[in-house]
Nanobody
Framework: QVQLVESGGGLVQTGGSLRLSCAASGRTFSTYTMGWFRQAPGNEREFVAAISWSAGSTSYADFVKGRFTISRDSAKNTVYLQMNSLKPEDTAIYYC????????WGQGTQVTVSS
């Protein structure tokens, strides 16, 4: 059973930065394309960013391009999301999973951006 634990969220002002981390236990995710997703109150969970197993390829939702950067450290079984130039509309709970959402969702980490 894979357990995903997200951390690094918090409260920041518009224009601020946060770095999220996602650690996996129970299975290495070094061979999986990993993704970050988010869910704002009243909304469906949506894709944010993904990184290939080799870290050679990344993809981003249009609304975060140029502001967010996904990376991974396979030796640490950890995926990161560097979030810069945060906006109030980025407020959500952020989750990680494989790009195809294979595993059970973790608790997520709350990101709140104040205006």
């Amino acid at each position: 059973q894979v357990q995903l634990v997200e951390s690094g969220g918090g409260l920041v002002q518009t224009g601020g930065s946060l770095r999220l981390s996602c650690a996996a236990s129970g299975r290495t995710f070094s061979t999986y394309t990993m993704g970050w997703f988010r869910q704002a109150p009243g909304n469906e969970r949506e894709f944010v960013a993904a990184i290939s197993w080799s870290a050679g390829s990344t993809s981003y939702a249009d609304f975060v391009k140029g502001r967010f950067t996904i990376s991974r450290d396979s030796a640490k079984n950890t995926v990161y999301l560097q979030m810069n130039s945060l906006k109030p509309e980025d407020t959500a709970i952020y989750y990680c999973n494989t790009r195809s959402s294979l595993w059970h969702w973790g608790q997520g980490t709350q990101v709140t951006v104040s205006s």
